[in-house]
């Protein structure tokens, strides 16, 4: 059900919206609220700050606030949310970041000529595209992807991070061979220290994509992750529904179904075959 002590956000009927139109995270008033909700989970006062603008800069881009995002966002945080409910939940608000992340890449202007004979005026997707998913937790945006993007081709890192130092380690990595070409949609669905990401750009550079090229793509972020990673990559592009200093953590264990594990893949890892849930390093 909605959240119905939601305040209706003021749209002016006649406003029309750009294109590309995304919330950038700033120091404004007008923003605060929106990157760090007074309800933070924890009782740190010092998590309350706001973010600064000249830290993080124009690479960190926050979709377009509205009822239906903070809904989404409430269940997915809720503990008392069913596992359905919140896969259910937590798709709708994939698509939503992957379709913006769409609206990221370049278009070309078109003309088409409609069944009835008619010329009309639109855009198209330049050629040159494609997914990247970090494992596990990565994986869950995939379909999301495909769902926009039907052909469009997948590549997959897993890394592991340390649990007691953080540090993170590649030990698998298989991208589209020209990947070097590409425009690059790094999926990683919540961001806390920023390593894993950091690791994993660190592997597509060597494979010769340039960081101006990658647009991440998270639904959850805390200021310390997305900060790490822009002062790592000032070009590096990250788009997220939120920043907060309490990363939603509390659902990044393992399935009870997590036994079920896929054949041996020809570097001697096996994987769960169940739904990725989601985890944050």
Do not use: W
């Given at each position: 059900m909605p959240c119905h002590n939601q305040q209706m956000n003021n749209v002016n009927p006649g406003q029309e919206h750009p294109m590309k139109q995304v919330r950038f995270a700033t120091n404004s008033s007008s923003n605060v609220a929106a990157v760090l909700p007074t309800s933070v989970e924890a009782g740190d006062a010092s998590s309350r700050q706001p973010?600064?603008?000249?830290?993080?800069?124009?690479?960190?881009?926050?979709?377009?606030?509205?009822?239906?995002?903070?809904?989404?966002?409430t269940i997915i945080r809720d503990k008392t949310t069913s596992r359905g409910d919140f896969v259910f939940s937590a798709d709708r608000l994939i698509r939503l970041v992957v379709e913006e992340g769409l609206n990221q890449l370049p278009y070309s202007e078109c003309t088409v000529t409609t069944p009835t004979g008619y010329k009309y005026d639109g855009v198209k997707f330049e050629r040159g595209n494609c997914g990247v998913s970090i494992m596990r937790s990565g994986e869950a945006m995939e379909q999301g992807l495909r769902d926009c993007c039907r052909s469009i081709r997948i590549g997959k890192i897993l890394i592991q991070s340390d649990e007691e130092t953080q540090k993170a380690k590649v030990y698998y990595a298989k991208f589209p061979p020209d990947i070097y070409?590409?425009?690059?949609?790094?999926?990683?669905?919540?961001?806390?220290?920023?390593?894993?990401?950091i690791e994993a750009v660190k592997v597509l550079?060597?494979?010769?994509?340039?960081?101006?090229?990658?647009?991440?793509?998270?639904?959850?972020?805390?200021?310390?992750?997305?900060?790490?990673?822009?002062?790592?990559?000032?070009?590096?592009?990250?788009?997220?529904?939120?920043?907060?200093?309490?990363?939603?953590?509390?659902?990044?264990?393992?399935?009870?179904?997590?036994?079920?594990?896929?054949?041996?893949?020809?570097?001697?890892?096996?994987?769960?075959?169940?739904?990725?849930?989601?985890?944050?390093?």
């Amino acid at each position: 059900m909605p959240c119905h002590n939601q305040q209706m956000n003021n749209v002016n009927p006649g406003q029309e919206h750009p294109m590309k139109q995304v919330r950038f995270a700033t120091n404004s008033s007008s923003n605060v609220a929106a990157v760090l909700p007074t309800s933070v989970e924890a009782g740190d006062a010092s998590s309350r700050q706001p973010l600064n603008q000249d830290s993080l800069g124009p690479q960190l881009k926050l979709l377009p606030l509205n009822d239906q995002i903070r809904e989404l966002q409430t269940i997915i945080r809720d503990k008392t949310t069913s596992r359905g409910d919140f896969v259910f939940s937590a798709d709708r608000l994939i698509r939503l970041v992957v379709e913006e992340g769409l609206n990221q890449l370049p278009y070309s202007e078109c003309t088409v000529t409609t069944p009835t004979g008619y010329k009309y005026d639109g855009v198209k997707f330049e050629r040159g595209n494609c997914g990247v998913s970090i494992m596990r937790s990565g994986e869950a945006m995939e379909q999301g992807l495909r769902d926009c993007c039907r052909s469009i081709r997948i590549g997959k890192i897993l890394i592991q991070s340390d649990e007691e130092t953080q540090k993170a380690k590649v030990y698998y990595a298989k991208f589209p061979p020209d990947i070097y070409r590409r425009k690059v949609l790094l999926m990683y669905p919540i961001l806390s220290t920023g390593n894993t990401v950091i690791e994993a750009v660190k592997v597509l550079i060597e494979h010769g994509v340039q960081p101006r090229h990658i647009i991440l793509l998270s639904l959850f972020s805390t200021p310390h992750g997305a900060k790490s990673i822009i002062q790592e990559f000032p070009d590096i592009t990250i788009l997220a529904t939120e920043v907060h200093a309490v990363a939603p953590t509390h659902f990044g264990q393992r399935s009870p179904d997590d036994h079920l594990r896929s054949p041996p893949t020809q570097d001697g890892h096996q994987y769960s075959r169940c739904r990725p849930t989601f985890r944050a390093f």
